[in-house]
C-alpha cells in the first residue's frame, strides 16, 4: 500500500465515500437470514419480523434521510423484491441511486452452487434488474460474500465489472479473470458494517457512529498521500430502528459537511468503477491485477 503510485478522484479528490444499503429479501418459514434472538422452529415468527421491519419501515426512514443530506447510495438489491416489494426498489431508483445486484435472495448462499447454477443466478439477477429498473447492474455483491472459485470469472463473463466482494484493500484493484476481462475489486467495509459490528458485536448505535465518524477523519487525512476508498455498510432493519437512525444521522451530517466544503467526493461503487476504466483505458492506472 505504501509503494504504489498515486492518482486522484475527479476535481482532485483523495477520499471517495460511498454508502452500499442492502435491499434484501428473508424467505418466510426457510432459509438464512440474521437473528434478533435465539432461533425457533420454522417459521421463526420473531426473527423473520424483525428483518422484513427493514422493507416495510426501516428503508423508507433511511431514504427521507438520504434525501434531506442529498446523499447518492449504491442500492445492493435481492431481485426478489421486484415480486415481495417492488416499490422499494422503485423508490432508489427514481432517484438515481446505483441498483447493484445482490443475489435473488438473502436466504441462500451463492457459495452452494455448482458453476452452471453460479452462471444462471448471476446472469438472472442481472437480466432482472435491467428488464425491472432500465439498466444493468455493473457491480455485484454476493449474498453473505459467499463465492465460489469460479465467482471473479463468473462475474466478468457475465457482464460485470466489479465486485464488492472483497474486503482485502482500502483501493480498487483489477482482479485477473479466465476471460481475460477486467473485474475491479471495489472496497466493501466489514468494520463499517452494521451486521459485523451491531450484530455480531452487539455494539450500540451511538458507538458505531463514533466508529464511522472515526474511520472518516482519519481516511480523510491518509487520502492526502493517495487515493482511498470508504464504503459504509447499512441493512435497514438494524439502522432504520428510530433510535440507530438518529445516530446515524449524526455520522452522515459529518460526512455531508465534508462534502459540501470540497473535501470528499461522496459516490457510488458504480462511478468508481467508470472514473478506474477511463483512467485504465487512457494508460494512467498504476499497479497489476491481483
Not at 243 to 261: G, K
Request: glycine share 10%; with cysteine; net charge negative.
Amino acid at each position: 500500500m505504501t509503494r504504489r503510485p498515486g492518482y486522484r478522484w475527479p476535481a482532485g479528490k483523495g477520499l471517495a465515500v460511498y454508502i452500499g444499503f442492502n435491499l434484501e429479501h428473508f424467505a418466510f418459514g426457510e432459509g438464512l437470514g440474521a437473528r434478533l434472538g435465539p432461533a425457533s422452529p420454522e417459521p421463526d415468527v420473531l426473527n423473520f419480523s424483525w428483518r422484513e421491519y427493514g422493507n416495510r419501515v426501516g428503508a423508507w426512514r433511511c431514504l427521507e434521510l438520504f434525501d434531506q443530506l442529498g446523499l447518492p447510495t449504491g442500492a445492493l438489491v435481492n431481485t426478489a423484491l421486484y415480486e415481495h416489494c417492488p416499490e422499494l426498489v422503485a423508490a432508489f431508483a427514481a432517484r438515481g441511486d446505483e441498483l447493484i445486484g445482490h443475489g435473488h435472495t438473502n436466504a441462500a448462499r451463492q457459495s452452494d452452487l455448482g458453476e452452471h447454477a453460479e452462471a444462471l443466478l448471476l446472469a438472472g439477477c442481472r437480466e432482472r434488474i435491467a428488464t425491472g429498473s432500465g439498466t444493468a447492474p455493473a457491480g455485484w455483491l454476493s449474498p453473505w460474500i459467499s463465492e465460489s472459485r469460479l465467482t471473479p470469472d463468473l462475474l466478468a463473463e457475465a457482464g460485470y465489472r466489479y465486485t464488492l466482494n472483497w474486503c482485502h484493500d482500502d483501493q480498487p484493484l483489477p482482479m485477473r479473470t479466465r476471460s481475460g476481462r477486467r473485474l475491479w475489486s471495489i472496497p466493501y467495509p466489514q468494520e463499517l458494517n452494521d451486521i459485523p459490528m451491531l450484530v455480531g458485536r452487539a455494539m450500540d448505535a451511538a458507538p458505531f457512529t463514533d466508529m464511522i465518524i472515526d474511520n472518516f477523519d482519519e481516511m480523510r487525512e491518509q487520502a492526502m498521500r493517495q487515493p482511498l476508498v470508504m464504503g459504509i455498510a447499512l441493512h435497514p432493519y438494524l439502522v432504520g430502528q428510530p433510535y440507530r437512525l438518529r445516530h446515524l444521522r449524526r455520522a452522515l451530517r459529518h460526512i455531508a459537511a465534508a462534502r459540501d466544503r470540497g473535501e470528499i467526493w461522496f459516490t457510488t461503487p458504480g462511478a468508481i468503477c467508470q472514473h478506474l476504466d477511463a483512467l485504465a483505458e487512457a494508460g494512467q492506472f498504476p499497479g497489476d491485477a491481483a
